[in-house]
């Protein structure tokens, strides 16, 4: 069964294959040289090493008409009342500025890798394309109606592309203002946190009902509450944050390693709702214990940032750039509705076996939070 494959299967193909070419290098193994150390040299003074450098700065010095591929067996299609050529003598050459065409419209910024790989298949794919049309299959109504849904793939494709430049058009002033009404949100500081679980990682009685354990869980909480009571004493008595986290792990019955307690580079958009009053503090101030769902927190503020718009120009941008594309492509897809048939294609169908039942996997170690640190 012959099956679609639009232009992007192809670059998708070829990139496949350059990642695995590259996985496929064993690590040497033996230290690397010096830059000290001495290569044989040619005749012309230059080393006999094949160089992965040279020929990307060669490339960019070629004249456009160069030719880069040269296939000896494939015809260029002739004029119409021209003398065909024998198979023998035939040559299709495909020159710079042909094939960066190519490599452009499948994707800018084609690595040299990428673009090697794309060179290797395309003689492939010329030699089969021209077959084809010797043997008509280009009049063919299959394919006739496959090269109609991939055109309006294509379509889509490009659409969205203009879209994106649309999108991109971000006007200075929209920076600035986003910056000024979410400027709280840019703030960062670092801190010291400590994290004291809520119940204690201890095996449960045999027998007990539901009830025993309710019970047992909220006898641990009170306890894992006085505890975190106490390590908030002595961290208002300057003792370190290090060993009042590791303490607090030996308290609830974890053996696991206990997490570190510096977070740099903290927001509020990193933190839950029940813990941004920790960016009320000043710096140096300790908070008070904050009770979570997850277990009870202890933080201390190390310092702030208050960055400015020129330091999160990009990230602004890139937020800005993603709303409006999006809003872009909702008001699109919005004008349009479906219905289906129900009779000719069925009811939908439900994703999932009903009735098989989910794998127990026992509770991992309580673990705090975790923040999704902004990129510097």
């Known amino acids: 069964m012959r099956r679609l494959r639009p232009l992007w299967w192809l670059l998708a193909s070829v990139m496949a294959a350059a990642a695995a070419g590259a996985q496929g290098v064993p690590p040497s193994s033996t230290a690397p040289a010096s830059s000290q150390t001495q290569r044989p040299t040619n005749e012309s003074g230059g080393t006999n090493e094949p160089s992965r450098v040279q020929p990307s700065l060669v490339a960019n010095e070629l004249p456009p008409s160069t030719p880069v591929i040269t296939i000896h067996g494939v015809c260029p299609p002739t004029k119409a009342g021209s ?97 000024e009404k979410n400027s709280r949100n840019f703030e960062q500081i670092s801190v010291l946190r400590i994290f004291i679980p809520k119940v204690k990682q201890v095996p449960p009685k045999e027998g007990a009902t539901p009830a025993d354990f309710e019970a047992a869980r909220k006898e641990q909480e009170a306890a894992m509450g006085k505890v975190a009571e106490d390590l908030h004493t002595r961290a208002a008595a300057e003792e370190g944050f290090d060993k009042l986290q590791k303490d607090a792990y ?19 958009t990193n933190l839950p709702a029940s813990q941004a009053s920790v960016f009320d503090l ?33 990230e602004i941008r890139n937020t800005l750039r993603g709303q409006r594309l999006q809003a872009l492509r909702q008001k699109l897809q919005g004008s349009i509705s479906s219905e289906f048939n129900q009779d000719y294609f069925g009811p939908e169908m439900q994703t999932g076996a009903p009735g098989v039942p989910r794998t127990m996997t026992p509770h991992p170690a309580p673990q705090p939070q975790t923040s999704t640190q902004p990129k510097e």
């Not at 492939?124 to 299959?142: C, F, Q, T, V, Y």
């Not at 030996?250 to 509020?268: F, V, W």
């Not at 300790?286 to 999160?312: C, E, M, N, Q, W």
Request: net charge positive; proline share 6%; hydrophobic share 35%.
């Open 250 to 268: 030996e308290a609830a019955g974890i053996k696991a390693t206990a997490p570190p307690t510096a977070n740099a580079k903290l927001r509020r």
């Open 282 to 314: 000043k710096e140096g101030e300790l908070s008070p214990v904050i009770s979570d769902v997850s277990g009870f927190y202890i933080y201390k503020i190390v310092s702030r940032t208050r960055p400015t718009v020129t330091d999160a120009q990009e």
């Open 83 to 179: 003398t065909p050529v024998a198979l023998s003598g035939c040559k299709t050459i495909v020159t710079r500025a042909e094939f960066e065409k190519l490599a452009t419209a499948l994707q800018l910024k084609m690595t040299p890798q990428v673009r090697r790989q794309l060179a290797s298949q395309y003689p492939r794919i010329l030699l089969m394309s021209e077959e084809a049309k010797k043997r008509g299959i280009d009049k063919d109504p299959h394919y006739v109606e496959m090269l109609r849904f991939t055109r309006m793939q294509l379509l889509g494709v490009e659409l969205d592309r203009a879209l994106e430049e649309e999108a991109d058009k971000i006007p200075q002033s929209d920076i600035n203002d986003y910056f």
